[in-house]
């Protein structure tokens, strides 16, 4: 098995990078357009959602993150920063993963950031792994229904959404997101 894992890191890498649409390739513009209606789709299709929104500071947006695995697995998508209506910077979210896996799949997602301390976090560590720094809190359907603005104590408020595709597990866990430097 051990001499198979560089052939699935090769396969993932593949089809990660014949799926996804990189931000500078297709233009600013593509990117912005996409987080817009997906912020707007979540939020039209999510209670819970829609209130965050509105307490929140700002809004990490990754429209599509295509997913891959086979024992090894991995996730990219670009995305922005929004704060208010403005975009305040370009980002990626990179997950890597071993385990009983195999599928691909994609999806979106948003991460509400609700406080100023989040976002310096994400500004100043160059990189923000999930799990580690400002608290971040995965709402699903059955944790949404319980949510009220009253409840809101984290930093940050993850909604995953549009999946498409076969994967044994979805998770955010693990996931690096590192602001991508304009040329």
Do not use: C
Not at 149 to 158: G, I, K, M
């Amino acid at each position: 098995m051990k001499h198979l894992r560089p052939l699935f890191l090769a396969l993932i890498v593949a089809v990660i990078t014949a799926t996804s649409t990189p931000a500078f390739a297709d233009g600013k513009e593509e990117l912005h357009r996409e987080s817009s209606v997906a912020l707007a789709k979540l939020i039209e299709a999510n209670p819970a959602a829609a209130e965050i929104s509105k307490k929140a500071k700002a809004a990490l947006i990754f429209p599509n993150i295509v997913k891959a695995g086979l024992v090894f697995g991995g996730a990219y998508g670009e995305g922005v920063l929004q704060k208010g209506s403005m975009i305040d910077g370009y980002y990626n979210s990179i997950t890597a993963s071993f385990g009983w896996q195999a599928g691909a799949q994609s999806y979106g997602y948003v991460v509400f950031l609700m406080n100023d301390e989040a976002i310096k976090y994400l500004k100043d560590t160059k990189g923000w792994e999930f799990g580690v720094g400002p608290t971040v809190a995965i709402i699903d359907e059955g944790a949404a229904k319980n949510l009220s603005t009253t409840s809101l104590q984290d930093d940050a408020y993850a909604f995953i959404f549009d999946q498409q595709g076969l994967m044994a597990s979805l998770s955010i866990e693990g996931t690096k997101i590192t602001e991508i430097k304009q040329p």
